[in-house]
T-cell receptor
Framework: AQRVTQPEKLLSVFKGAPVELKCNYS??????LFWYVQYSRQRLQLLLR??SRESIKGFTADLNKGETSFHLKKPFAQVEDSAMYYC???????????FGGGTRLMVKP | DAGVIQSPRHEVTEMGQEVTLRCKPI?????LFWYRQTMMRGLELLIY????????DSGMPEDRFSAKMPNASFSTLKIQPSEPRDSAVYFC?????????????FGNGTRLTVT
């Protein structure tokens, strides 16, 4: 069975500090992983996917198959990064995503 | 494009009442998903339709929950009878399938409170 775990429900940092939102997964096949973000009063939307290996809004995430992790990182957090972040796994059966429990990031000025 | 449209935005009902949540996917998207969001469990997939056919409903909590997609532009999630533990935000999402990768497009959600 596939599972996505985000161990932190809340992460609070000051502006300019580095931030790392943890995500671990369990899946027997070759996973495709994503980070989705929900800003206040906005819809949940895709932030980035591991296949594209790109940086979005300064965020990056590297898939580590050895550690089964897909942590989301940003070297200098901004206040506008405050949001709910969900890690998600696609088991390649259509577009069915399994989401983690979510981490609320609060960036204080 | 208005995106995925869900109604109502908020629903408050008493225990035992029937609740119907509605979703209009983005035109041309043939995959539709219902998710439930709670503080304790995060986002849980309830059911997934492809071309109006339910593909996976293993996430539906119990028989009190049912979902339909009578046509490509409309889906409902019904809870009967509702219970306080059903209180959550229910999201609908859609995506085109069979065209390579496309992210899920979420609606604004329906916040359900069962008293």
């Amino acid at each position: 069975a596939q599972r996505v775990t985000q161990p932190e429900k809340l992460l609070s940092v000051f502006k300019g500090a580095p931030v790392e939102l943890k995500c671990n997964y369990s899946y027997s096949g070759s996973p495709e992983l994503f980070w989705y973000v929900q800003y206040s009063r906005q819809r949940l939307q895709l932030l980035l996917r591991h296949i594209s290996r790109e940086s979005i809004k300064g965020f990056t995430a590297d898939l580590n198959k050895g550690e089964t992790s897909f942590h989301l990182k940003k070297p200098f957090a901004q206040v506008e990064d405050s949001a709910m972040y969900y890690c998600a796994l696609n088991n390649n059966a259509g577009n069915m995503l399994t989401f983690g429990g979510g981490t609320r990031l609060m960036v204080k000025p | 494009d208005a995106g995925v449209i869900q109604s109502p935005r908020h629903e408050v009902t008493e225990m035992g009442q029937e609740v119907t949540l509605r979703c209009k996917p983005i035109s041309g998207h043939n995959s539709l998903f219902w998710y439930r969001q709670t503080m304790m469990r995060g986002l849980e997939l309830l059911i997934y339709f492809n071309n109006n056919v339910p593909i996976d409903d293993s996430g539906m909590p119990e028989d009190r929950f049912s979902a339909k997609m009578p046509n490509a532009s409309f889906s409902t999630l019904k809870i009967q009878p509702s219970e306080p533990r059903d209180s959550a935000v229910y999201f609908c999402a859609s995506t085109p399938s069979g065209q390579g990768f496309s992210p899920l497009h979420f609606g604004n959600g329906t916040r359900l409170t069962v008293t």
